[in-house]
């Protein structure tokens, strides 16, 4: 009787491990010609291909939910990447320092880790247009290099707007909340600007009437603290005789302690509307003295962490 007992137990915990596989289940990556696969179900983690000139490639098996941190790292010759439309998430850093030109997430991607696709050599990003991104340290926080062209495939929010520098955007024809015009996003109803792209000189739409030069700014929202990221590429503003309205809604908790930051360039800004009250005018020239100031602060920062 002692014996079978032993012999169930022993059946029972022969179940249990084969019952617990599939929520294990691991991943593998295999290398041939250039190209790495990875395949199996679940969490992809090695990092055995991180900085290796060989791979060309990188195809990602339907099964595979995540691309672990570092991942494919400094991989140089790395120029192409196929992901499967089941995959929600890419870990810090997983594709920095690669070759890829064109990256295009499916819209199953929930959240990208800091520097994920940091790489200069990007030129066009199609994504999802509701992303969770995965921040750490303030100096770190840059998850895309500048792209010249980002494309919304669904819906954008405007947290999600911010985390992708770019010299242009695309919003969804679908989108029923925002609107791409020159390269920047407008919201629909009032064609307020709300996301300006990475250029030296902008000029704002006609159809704008209220402007709110905050949106000017790519802020963040990093743990509890407002961090502002200036787009310090800008040297030139145009605001047209459309906008007959300038407010600057600055954060209650901003205290511009940012004194200590000389700015080494300066920003002309040509209002074209000669009517503008004293309140508009004021606004517009307080919100020109945080901009340089924040601007100096993000290009040293940039440059202490080797991202320009």
Known sequence: MKKILFMVIIALGIMVMTNSNPVNAKTKATYKNGVVTVTGKGKFTSRKYQKNKKVQKVIVGKNVTKIGNYAFKG????????????????????FKGTALKKVDLPVSVKKIGDGAFFCVSLKELKMPGKMHWSYSEIENCIFFSCVDKVIFKTSVDYHTMLGVPAKEYVVSAKDKKYVSIDGAIYRKNDYQLMMIPRVKEFTVSEQCKILDLYHIYHFRYLCDDDYFETNYELEKLIIPVSVNKIIYTRPENYDG?????????DLKVEVLNKNLDDVSMKNLEQWKNDFLKNREMFRQILQANNCQ
């Open 257 to 265: 302690s940012v004194e200590f930051y000389d700015s080494t360039i």
């Open 75 to 94: 991989c140089k010759n790395l120029k192409k990447v196929s992901f499967n439309k089941k995959l929600k998430a890419i870990g810090k850093e997983a």
